[in-house]
RNA sequence: GGCGACAUCGCCAAGUGGUAAGGCCGCAGCCUGCAAAGCUGCUAUCCCCAGUUCGAAUCUGGGUGUCGCCUCCA
C-alpha cells in the first residue's frame, strides 16, 4: 500500500506501526446542520482507505468524531430553544443515515467532544503544568506556540508574522499571534460551560481530536495512531494545532501519515456553509440512490477537486449501469472465486494512493471482456460463477454492484406501474409473435414514454428505467 | 501580504523521464423485424515560452489562467 503524505508532501510506502494493523483518525463533522456533499466525499474518501486496507488483509480501527460542542452548536440552541443534546443527537443520527445510505462503512470508534471532556482537561491542565499553556485573565486557555519548536512541520505555514498579514485579528490576551485557544471561557448566563480546575467553559476546537485520539488509540513511542485524515481545508490551522498539543503533551508524534481530500466545488467555487451554495446529502438522496451518489463521489481521486453538476452524474451512472447490466446476463448463478489476474489489478490500483480511476477502467475492461466471452457462449456456468465472484469483490472493495441487479434498473417504479409495463411488453411480444410490428412499435413508443426502455433478449424482453 | 494546489481529446479522467489508460458523447460496422443492450473499429502530443536530457505531459526556470488555505469549515 502507497500512500500520499500530505505533511512530507510525497507519495510513500505505508509501515503501521505494528504490521498489518492499521490505526486511522478522521475529523468528523460538527453536527449543527445536515452534512453536505463535502462530508460525504471526506467519509467516502476514508472509507476507500478502509476498504482497501482490509482487503489487503490489514486489521482497521477506524475511528471519527463528532464535534458536538461549539460555538455553532450553541448558536443553535439559542436560536431554537432546544437543548444541546437534543440538536447534536439529531444531527448525529441523520450523519450516520446519510453514510449509510452512500455505503460508508461504520467507524468502529465514534467519540463525541461532549464525552471526552475529562481527557481534555486533563490534556490542557498537563499542557498548564508544562508551562506550554497559560491562561488568561478571561479564563481562555491559549497553547504558546513559541514553546514548540516544531510549530509548523505539518502546515509549513508559519513563518515570520510580520511577512503574514493574517486576516485573523489577534487577541489583545494572546502571547504570541498564532497562539490558539484550548478552552474558551463561558460567556454570560445562557452559554453553555463545564467546570475545570482552570476555568468555567468549553473546549477550544482542536483540542477535542488530540484528547480523543489519546483516550481510544494506543500508540507506541512515536506515534499515536498511523493515519490522521480530513478534508484539505484542516491542514492549516486544524492539523497544525492538533499535532502541536499532542507533540507537547505526549512527547511524540500525533500521527505518522496524513491525508487530507479535496474540496467539492459547485459552479467551480467550494461548496462550504458560508457560501450558501452547500448542497445537503439528503436532498440529493431524494433525487438520487445513494448508490449512484456513491458511484460518481469516488469516481475523481480523492486528493483533486470535485465540480458536482448533474450532468457528469449521469454520465458516471453510465458505467454503474453496465456493471449491472452485466450482473443481470449472468442471473441466477453462485459465486465461485474471482478472476485472479482482475482482482490483483484492481487492488494494486488502489493499493496506489487509492488510485480509482485505474481500478474502474479495470472494471471496465472486466466488464467488456466477459461481455464478449458471453457473446459468444451465453451458456458459459463457469465464467458466470467467477464474474458473479468479481462483482462481488468490487462491492467489498468499492461498495458498488451490491444490489439485485433487477431491481437496481427498477428504483423509483412503484408496483403498479410496473405491473402496467409488464403487462404492456405482453401484448407487445404478442404483437411481435404475430409479426404486427407497427403495432408491437406503438406499444413500445407507449412504454418509452413511460421513461423505460426495452430490450429483447433470447432470455425474453428486459425493461430498465432510463 | 504569506503559503499551496491545479491546467491532458467536445465532457469526465489516469499518467511522476521512454514515446498519451478508461468512461461519456460522436461516427462506421456486427447483431436485431426495427430498436435497445452487447461487441468491434475510428477520434488528442498533453496552457504558453525557454532549458536539462539520447529521450519530457512527466524534471528546472519564467509566464498565463483557475482554485484553495491563512476566520468556522470535509
Same mark, same amino acid.
Given at each position: 500500500?502507497?500512500?500520499y503524505d500530505s505533511v512530507k508532501?510525497?507519495?510513500?510506502?505505508?509501515?503501521?506501526?505494528?504490521?498489518?494493523?492499521?490505526?486511522?483518525?478522521?475529523?468528523?463533522?460538527?453536527?449543527?446542520?445536515?452534512?453536505?456533499?463535502?462530508?460525504?466525499?471526506?467519509?467516502?474518501?476514508?472509507?476507500?482507505?478502509?476498504?482497501?486496507?482490509?482487503?489487503?488483509?490489514?486489521?482497521?480501527?477506524?475511528?471519527?468524531?463528532?464535534?458536538?460542542?461549539?460555538?455553532?452548536?450553541?448558536?443553535?440552541?439559542?436560536?431554537?430553544?432546544?437543548?444541546?443534546?437534543?440538536?447534536?443527537?439529531?444531527?448525529?443520527?441523520?450523519?450516520?443515515?446519510?453514510?449509510?445510505?452512500?455505503?460508508?462503512?461504520?467507524?468502529?470508534?465514534?467519540?463525541?467532544?461532549?464525552?471526552?471532556?475529562?481527557?481534555?482537561?486533563?490534556?490542557?491542565?498537563?499542557?498548564?503544568?508544562?508551562?506550554?499553556?497559560?491562561?488568561?485573565?478571561?479564563?481562555?486557555?491559549?497553547?504558546?506556540?513559541?514553546?514548540?519548536?516544531?510549530?509548523?512541520?505539518?502546515?509549513?505555514?508559519?513563518?515570520? %508574522?510580520?511577512?503574514?498579514?493574517?486576516?485573523?485579528?489577534?487577541? /489583545?490576551? #494572546? @502571547?504570541?499571534? =498564532?497562539?490558539?485557544? !484550548?478552552? &474558551?471561557?463561558?460567556?454570560?448566563?445562557?452559554?453553555?460551560?463545564?467546570?475545570?480546575?482552570?476555568?468555567?467553559?468549553?473546549?477550544?476546537?482542536?483540542?477535542?481530536?488530540?484528547?480523543?485520539?489519546?483516550?481510544?488509540?494506543?500508540?507506541?513511542?512515536?506515534?499515536?495512531?498511523?493515519?490522521?485524515?480530513?478534508?484539505?481545508?484542516?491542514?492549516?490551522?486544524?492539523?497544525?494545532?492538533?499535532?502541536?498539543?499532542?507533540?507537547?503533551?505526549?512527547?511524540?508524534?500525533?500521527?505518522?501519515?496524513?491525508?487530507?481530500?479535496?474540496?467539492?466545488?459547485?459552479?467551480?467555487?467550494?461548496?462550504?456553509?458560508?457560501?450558501?451554495?452547500?448542497?445537503?446529502?439528503?436532498?440529493?438522496?431524494?433525487?438520487?440512490?445513494?448508490?449512484?451518489?456513491?458511484?460518481?463521489?469516488?469516481?475523481?481521486?480523492?486528493?483533486? %477537486?470535485?465540480?458536482?453538476?448533474?450532468?457528469?452524474?449521469?454520465? /458516471?451512472? #453510465? @458505467?454503474?449501469? =453496465?456493471?449491472?447490466? !452485466?450482473? &443481470?446476463?449472468?442471473?441466477?448463478?453462485?459465486?465461485?472465486?474471482?478472476?485472479?489476474?482482475?482482482?490483483?489489478?484492481?487492488?494494486?490500483?488502489?493499493?496506489?494512493?487509492?488510485?480509482?480511476?485505474?481500478?474502474?477502467?479495470?472494471?471496465?475492461?472486466?466488464?467488456?471482456?466477459?461481455?464478449?466471452?458471453?457473446?459468444?457462449?451465453?451458456?458459459?456456468?463457469?465464467?458466470?460463477?467467477?464474474?458473479?465472484?468479481?462483482?462481488?469483490?468490487?462491492?467489498?472493495?468499492?461498495?458498488?454492484?451490491?444490489?439485485?441487479?433487477?431491481?437496481?434498473?427498477?428504483?423509483?417504479?412503484?408496483?403498479?406501474?410496473?405491473?402496467?409495463?409488464?403487462?404492456?411488453?405482453?401484448?407487445?411480444?404478442?404483437?411481435?409473435?404475430?409479426?404486427?410490428?407497427?403495432?408491437?412499435?406503438?406499444i413500445r413508443d407507449k412504454i418509452?414514454?413511460?421513461?423505460?426502455?426495452?430490450?429483447?433478449?433470447?432470455?425474453?424482453?428486459?425493461?430498465?428505467?432510463?
Open positions: 500500500m502507497y500512500i508532501k510525497t507519495k510513500l510506502p505505508f509501515e503501521p506501526m505494528v504490521p498489518q494493523k492499521a490505526s486511522i483518525y478522521v475529523c468528523g463533522p460538527t453536527v449543527y446542520d445536515d452534512a453536505h456533499l463535502g462530508h460525504a466525499r471526506s467519509s467516502l474518501s476514508f472509507d476507500l482507505l478502509v476498504r482497501t486496507l482490509k482487503a489487503l488483509r490489514y486489521e482497521v480501527t477506524m475511528g471519527k468524531n463528532f464535534t458536538d460542542i461549539d460555538d455553532k452548536i450553541i448558536k443553535k440552541v439559542q436560536e431554537t430553544g432546544q437543548n444541546l443534546e437534543e440538536i447534536t443527537t439529531h444531527y448525529i443520527n441523520q450523519y450516520l443515515e446519510d453514510m449509510k445510505a452512500l455505503g460508508v462503512l461504520k467507524s468502529d470508534i465514534e467519540p463525541k467532544a461532549t464525552e471526552s471532556l475529562e481527557a481534555m482537561e486533563s490534556m490542557i491542565q498537563g499542557l498548564i503544568d508544562k508551562d506550554i499553556a497559560y491562561v488568561v485573565s478571561s479564563g481562555d486557555v491559549y497553547f504558546d506556540t513559541s514553546k514548540d519548536s516544531n510549530y509548523g512541520a505539518i502546515s509549513h505555514q508559519v513563518g515570520d %508574522d510580520k511577512d503574514n498579514q493574517s486576516r485573523v485579528e489577534h487577541t /489583545s490576551q #494572546k @502571547r504570541n499571534p =498564532k497562539d490558539f485557544a !484550548l478552552w &474558551k471561557a463561558c460567556h454570560g448566563e445562557d452559554d453553555i460551560c463545564f467546570n475545570t480546575a482552570f476555568s468555567k467553559g468549553r473546549p477550544g476546537w482542536h483540542i477535542e481530536c488530540s484528547a480523543m485520539i489519546e483516550k481510544h488509540f494506543k500508540g507506541n513511542d512515536e506515534y499515536s495512531i498511523d493515519i490522521h485524515g480530513g478534508g484539505a481545508d484542516l491542514l492549516f490551522p486544524h492539523h497544525e494545532n492538533e499535532a502541536a498539543q499532542s507533540r507537547c503533551a505526549t512527547g511524540h508524534e500525533l500521527a505518522k501519515y496524513w491525508m487530507h481530500n479535496g474540496f467539492v466545488n459547485i459552479n467551480g467555487e467550494k461548496m462550504s456553509k458560508s457560501l450558501g451554495n452547500s448542497f445537503f446529502v439528503k436532498d440529493a438522496l431524494k433525487v438520487y440512490d445513494g448508490e449512484i451518489l456513491r458511484n460518481y463521489l469516488i469516481s475523481v481521486h480523492y486528493r483533486n %477537486d470535485f465540480n458536482f453538476n448533474e450532468e457528469d452524474l449521469l454520465n /458516471s451512472k #453510465k @458505467r454503474l449501469d =453496465k456493471l449491472y447490466r !452485466l450482473k &443481470k446476463r449472468i442471473a441466477p448463478t453462485g459465486a465461485s472465486k474471482p478472476n485472479k489476474v482482475f482482482q490483483k489489478s484492481i487492488l494494486e490500483a488502489m493499493s496506489d494512493d487509492l488510485n480509482i480511476s485505474v481500478a474502474l477502467a479495470s472494471i471496465d475492461e472486466m466488464i467488456s471482456e466477459t461481455n464478449d466471452k458471453l457473446n459468444a457462449n451465453q451458456k458459459d456456468k463457469g465464467l458466470k460463477k467467477e464474474t458473479l465472484a468479481n462483482i462481488e469483490f468490487i462491492n467489498e472493495l468499492l461498495g458498488l454492484g451490491g444490489k439485485e441487479p433487477f431491481s437496481y434498473f427498477q428504483i423509483g417504479i412503484d408496483t403498479v406501474t410496473k405491473t402496467q409495463i409488464e403487462s404492456l411488453i405482453e401484448q407487445r411480444n404478442e404483437a411481435k409473435k404475430a409479426k404486427d410490428y407497427e403495432k408491437s412499435d406503438a418509452t414514454a413511460m421513461g423505460i426502455a426495452l430490450m429483447d433478449t433470447t432470455d425474453g424482453t428486459l425493461w430498465e428505467k432510463i
